[in-house]
């Protein structure tokens, strides 16, 4: 009875690993290059702010974020705080907040208006808070 018991645990954590797996290669494979590059911003950002207290502040982005996809990519969730599109009623307002406040290091936005990426670089240069905008053609970085 144990045994089967134990066994059952077993397959059953292994199916949620696979499961886990599964999920990341499919949403990888759904978002692809664009995913990859904020990945690799935010893996850079991490290890440039290491010793550094603060942020790595996602605002808005064009897909799903979860602490799990961002610890099997390799950063530390405990650094990046997400803050969903449909959550963020005021993103230019809260853009501009994250670039003028001390507790953010670097701010990821999701902004394809040039007037307005222009005005938070200049705050993001003022402030000296690293901006890095991700549009699906390029990725600007201040």
Not at 50 to 64: C, N, R, S, T
Not at 114 to 127: H, S
Request: neutral net charge.
């Amino acid at each position: 009875m144990f045994q089967t018991l134990s066994s059952s645990f077993n397959n059953t954590r292994q199916l949620r690993q696979h499961n886990a797996v599964n999920t990341f290669n499919y949403f990888m494979q759904r978002i692809g290059q664009q995913w990859q590059d904020v990945l690799s911003t935010l893996s850079k950002e991490a290890r440039r702010t290491d010793a550094q207290e603060g942020w790595l502040l996602l605002i808005a982005p064009p897909f799903g974020v979860s602490k799990q996809l961002l610890e099997q990519a390799g950063i530390s969730a405990s650094r990046v705080l997400v803050l969903p599109a449909h959550s963020t009623p005021k993103l230019d307002m809260l853009v501009r907040d994250a670039l003028t406040c001390s507790t953010c290091k670097a701010v990821v936005t999701f902004v394809e208006d040039t007037e307005q990426l222009a005005d938070y670089e200049y705050l993001a240069n003022k402030y000296q808070t690293r901006l890095v905008n991700h549009i699906a053609a390029a990725s600007t970085q201040h």
